[in-house]
């Protein structure tokens, strides 16, 4: 093949791939345009249903034996004997049960991204799962949060932010969930024993991007909702204290619609016209926001707008305060030494029992008659 040949067929190739792409976008714009909630479900949901296709190998080998054997038919419950322990993930099996868990949800699945830790929280009274907590490296540029905390650029940011994560997934399985174990799981969030595993983890390590130290000092968490406010982390107190702390509102962008089948090829297409945006912990988060915007600026240049990052939807942004002095630290992080609150796991577990749990489970019983085959039967559709 002559190299002028060769040149033709891969502008040809390059033009259907630029097509692909398109017809690829314009099947989200309705929901782009648009800023209610239902919306932005539907999105959740085209997203997700990609990601169980993606993982159908490991769904159907691991997820079916994992669901039938970890999670919980109704009947399985008895709300006065639920104990829960709270495990960390560390092996494989531990891991697959978390992964199995998240693809439960309508939101897709994600690993995180930078330090991360998981965590389980099983029912000991009969060996189920109530539910899972994922933590990951916060992003810098939270606007409500660094408004709330006085935080401006440079060093000094940094050294905060490098002692705090934020909740990438948090939540309850059914039948818990009607229990709201989904509380369960914030009050777990804050507790002496994930600290302690990230203190025992990351103590004396370094950060990947900026080679900072990690002195092991966790003293807050951020999450932000999935849709406006929030019902799991609104009002949840303990011994007084306001867990999880409003601040504020994210500004509406995220990239949902990028599918893994739109992001493989959005790559290969900027690849071809000579842009590389880089993947992998140390090239900053959100590697599907920089390749949305990339090929925003790329598709721009030959003469395409689309709207890529920006939805619309606020998500509300809390803060959840592991130390009782938190402003005074943030101004001065080396200089303060953080006051932790002592929240033991299983007092914050008794708590939620006498609080949330057993009020709920008499005053709705949907969970007597919930069959974990339902999750199972929900994940299938979608393989």
């Not at 709705?364 to 999750?375: D, G, I, L, M, Y």
């Amino acid at each position: 093949m002559s190299m002028a040949v060769y040149q033709l067929c891969f502008a040809e190739y390059t033009e259907v791939l630029k097509q692909e792409i398109i017809q690829e976008i314009e099947k989200f714009q309705k929901y782009l345009k648009v800023t209610d909630k239902e919306s932005m479900r539907k999105l959740h949901e085209i997203a997700r249903n990609d990601e169980i296709r993606k993982h159908t190998k490991f769904l159907q080998a691991e997820g079916y034996r994992i669901i039938h054997t970890f999670f919980a038919d109704g009947w399985e419950v008895e709300p006065e004997k639920i104990n829960p322990v709270l495990i960390p993930v560390e092996n494989d099996l531990q891991n697959n049960i978390f992964k199995t868990a998240r693809f439960t949800w309508s939101s897709p699945y994600t690993e995180g991204y930078g330090r991360r830790l998981k965590f389980l929280v099983f029912d000991n009274f009969n060996g189920k799962l109530i539910g899972i907590l994922g933590l990951q490296s916060p992003v810098l540029g939270l606007k409500a949060r660094n408004e709330y905390l006085g935080l401006s650029k440079g060093p000094e940011k940094l050294k905060v932010l490098n002692r705090t994560m934020d909740i990438y997934t948090l939540g309850a399985l059914p039948p818990y969930n009607f229990l709201l174990g989904g509380k369960l799981m914030v009050l777990a969030a804050v507790s002496n024993e994930i600290r302690e595993v990230y203190r025992k983890k990351y103590e004396g390590k370094t950060t990947e991007i900026e080679g900072n130290n990690i002195d092991g000092d966790l003293v807050m968490l951020t999450t932000t909702s999935a849709y406006g406010r929030s019902s799991i982390y609104n009002r949840v107190k303990y011994k007084d204290n306001l867990i999880c702390i409003p601040v504020g509102y994210t500004e509406g962008q995220g990239t949902l619609f990028m599918t893994s089948s739109l992001c493989e090829k959005a790559r290969e297409y900027l690849q071809s016209k000579g842009v590389k945006v880089k993947s992998g912990y140390g090239n900053g988060p959100n590697y599907k926001f920089r390749l949305a915007k990339a090929l925003a600026r790329q598709l721009k240049l030959e003469g395409i707008e689309v709207e890529l990052v920006t939805h619309g939807v606020q998500r509300e942004v809390y803060v959840f305060p592991l130390i009782k002095n938190l402003q005074e630290y943030v101004k001065a992080p080396d200089t303060t030494e953080p006051e932790y609150f002592d929240y033991p796991f299983s007092d914050l577990a008794s708590y939620w029992k006498e609080r949330y749990c057993l009020p709920r489970s008499k005053r709705n019983t949907e969970w007597k008659a919930w069959r974990k085959e339902q999750v199972w039967q929900d994940i299938a559709k979608s393989l």
